[in-house]
Each structure stands twice: as structure tokens, then as C-alpha cells.
């Protein structure tokens, strides 16, 4: 439900600033030269996951998959780009074969250009295109802050892919000179990034009260896990869980807030549920394993350490408590 809620949004959005733009010139000859849809003809071509997604479902997989492997300038074994020209572009039109659905950059290419990028040789568009700082990107190109919006609270619909997971989460590498002080989520950053965390989240949590947004809750979530604000923390993860009940790595973290809280019913509920969808999530693993040892239950808790020793080696805790059981064992005999 709220992948397809986000996927008509922008939609929606996608229509609006095409609308939006002024109409190209009749006598500008675009079509007749196609070198921004080409592997070469731009250094990079940004498209958001939410807009693959889009494709994929108003056009098939086949072509959201071919697209993407463009998008992404991936090469042969000589090195070659596979797809030298977008796998969308049509000959027989000369033009493009998803244009009802194409993305965002594509759509405002030629009219406005951030200071310091330049067109392929040549291009109609070079000398007519709105020139503009590169840090107003957001609140100059129309639609740009929307779509950000939407792409951001599409990333939470597919949890992580990863072999170990961080405690707690830190914040992500960002290109600062991106970031504006018009949007909370980049001044929560930049304040974070300069150890300022409390001053972050009392930001997020004043901006919660102007929208509704998941990706927020889980900004002030991770926030209030580096701040060890156990319980808020876990009321957000919970909330999250309630509307994201597939990312079961956020019961991870409520089993870890609810574990601090003394919890530890509800703790092993979370750490359990967090195993079931991800058997090598070490943490939650090594959390059993350690809640075990703690209750006096040595077999459980060896298993549960072993798990965990398996999923990350390198764990010098997981190692130490598992000496621990086998000192004991020893101990016993």
C-alpha cells in the first residue's frame, strides 16, 4: 500500500514539472541528435530507486533492469559499456520509448544547468539553459525537493542488504555541499556531523509537527539510539515497525532499547523476530546468546553465540563469551 501510494505521488510529481517547464523550441533539434541518452554523452545520469521502480512497474522488469544496467555506465570484460545507448531510446521514433514515465533528469535536462556542469559538444540546450549555484540544486530545479522526499521515504521499503550491522547507526557519508538549511533533514546532518546531536533531534522532533514522514521518524529513531534516549527510541522503532512491518532489522534495535530499559521480555521478542528474517544478523544473535548467559542457560546461550561467531568471526565479544561457557563447562565436569 504505501509503495504504491509513493509510486502514484510521483507520478503525479513527474506530470507536474513536465507541465511546469517551458516548451522547447520547434526548431531546436534534439531529436535528431540523442547524445544525452548515450553512455558518453553525460558523465553521469542520476535516477532515483523510486523512479526504477516506476518503470519496472508501468513498463516490466525487462526494461527497468536494462535501464538501470545503463544508468549505472557498466562495462564488458573489454571494456565496453553494454548499453552505449539508453536500451529506452527508440530509433523508430527518435525518441524516447518510456517517455510518459522517464526520470526526473530527464526531464529538466536543458532547462536548468548547476553552475560548473556542462552539455555534450554541441547540444541545442548549452547556451539556453538557466545557470545556477549547484548548492540552490533544491530549491531552484522544481520538483527537486519532492522528489527527494518521496525517494527517501521509498528507501525504507527495502531493508538493507548487509553482512554484519552497525550499533548504533551512524551518520551516512554525505556530500555536504548538497545540503540547505531549508530542509530538517539536512540541518539534522550537518548539525550531527558537527557532534551537536541533541540540537539534531530536538530540530527533527519540531519538524515532525509540520509532516508526516517515515523517513524522518527513523532520522530521530537513529538519533535517539546514539543519544541513548532508550525509550522514545523504542516507541519510534515500534511506530516504524507498525507501518514497515518487513524491515525487521529495526526490531533489532527495539530489542536493544527494550534490553537497556530492563525489558527483556519484549527484548527477546524483537531479537527473536529479528533472527527469524535475518539468521545472520550477528547482534541480535550475540544479544540471545548474552541474555542466555545472563539467566544461566549455558547450552542456549552456546548456540546462540555460535550463530553469531559464524556471521562475524571477528567479534572478540562473541569469542570471549563463548570461552566463558566453555570455561565453565570444564568447571562443571
Known sequence: MIRQNLLHQLSQLLQRVSQ???KPDPQNACASCFSCCTARGLTQHRVSEIEFALIEERVGQA???RFRTYIAKKQDAQGNYVY???PNYDWRTRGCGVYEHRPFACRVFGHLKPQGTSFPSGCYYSERAEAFPAEDYFDKVPGAQELRFLSREFSLLTPPVAAHYLDPE???E????RLGQTDPVDRALLLQLEGRLEEAAILLIE????RLSLYLDYCLACLLTQLEQHEPALALYETLLESLPERRDFNYYAGYHALQLGQRRRAREHFLATVE???NHSLALGFLGYMELQQGGWLEA???LLRACAADPDNPYFRARLQLIREKSVGLT
Open 20 to 22: 511546469s517547464l517551458s
Open 63 to 65: 526494461a527497468a533492469d
Open 84 to 86: 552505449e545507448r539508453c
Open 170 to 172: 551512524q551518520p551516512a
Open 174 to 177: 554525505a556530500d555536504v555541499s
Open 207 to 210: 519538524a515532525r509537527g509540520h
Open 277 to 279: 528474517a535475518l539468521p
Open 302 to 304: 552456546e548456540v546462540w
